[in-house]
């Protein structure tokens, strides 16, 4: 089953802060995380494995609590280049299925 | 340099003809997926391959059609029978476990009318 993002778009002046949640029905293996700009390929962002551990590159980290089963995307002090669609992928309990992505949340950064 | 490409960028065809697109790698990834995006919808799963010879249909594989003869190809056909086919196509590749990043083409926009 598809996860749930939100919220859905969000706008941003530069240097504010943004969390994107994403929620599944289903025990979660792993969360991928991905950027997406407009008529280009996603970019891979970070992967969380089961385990609730937070991982994090410059001011971008994320969290994910499996027994919750949600993964959350923190962006600090936002700057122009973050804004895109950013997606979740989530892989099943036995992490041998493939990826089911949400729908995406279009983030938007202005000056 | 390793990456995957897909040709072409944008493809237009007339309603009724089938078309195929391409996806090759050079990255040694065993899985191969493809993914269909319409606006608002994300990325939805086509057909996944995971080893030479053999796929599995994704969320939306009626109309389309695929083959895996060699490790570094994954070609997608977009039937007649589709009956929206209009929308953005991606490939991607990964090693085959999926705690491992997938790598993303640059995407086939297709127009059919």
């Known amino acids: 089953q598809q996860p749930v993002q939100s919220p859905q778009a969000v706008i941003l002046r530069e240097g504010e802060d943004a969390v994107i949640n994403c929620s599944s029905s289903k025990a979660l293996y792993s969360v991928h995380w991905y950027r997406q700009k407009h008529g280009e390929a996603p970019v891979f962002l970070m992967i969380l494995l089961k385990g609730g551990e937070q991982k994090g590159h410059e001011k971008i980290s994320a969290s994910f609590n499996e027994k919750k089963q949600q993964s959350s995307l923190y962006l600090t002090a936002s700057q122009l280049s973050y804004s895109g669609t950013y997606f979740c992928g989530t892989a099943g309990h036995s992490g041998n299925t493939p990826l089911v992505f949400g729908k995406g949340t279009r983030l938007s950064v202005i000056a | 340099d390793g990456g995957i490409t897909q040709s072409p960028k944008y493809l237009f065809r007339k309603e009724g003809q089938n078309v195929t697109l391409s996806c090759e790698q050079n990255?040694?990834?065993?899985?191969m997926y493809w993914y269909r995006q319409d606006p608002g919808q994300g990325l939805r799963l086509i057909y996944y391959s995971q080893i030479v010879n053999d796929f599995q249909k994704g969320d939306i594989a009626e109309g389309y059609s695929v083959s895996r003869e060699k490790k570094e190809s994954f070609p997608l056909t977009v039937t007649s029978a589709q009956k929206n086919p209009t929308a953005f196509y991606l490939c991607?590749?990964?090693?085959?476990?999926?705690?491992?990043?997938?790598?993303f083409g640059p995407g086939t926009r297709l127009t059919v009318t």
């Open positions: 990255l040694n990834h065993d899985a």
């Open positions: 991607a590749s990964n090693p085959g476990l999926l705690s491992y990043e997938q790598y």
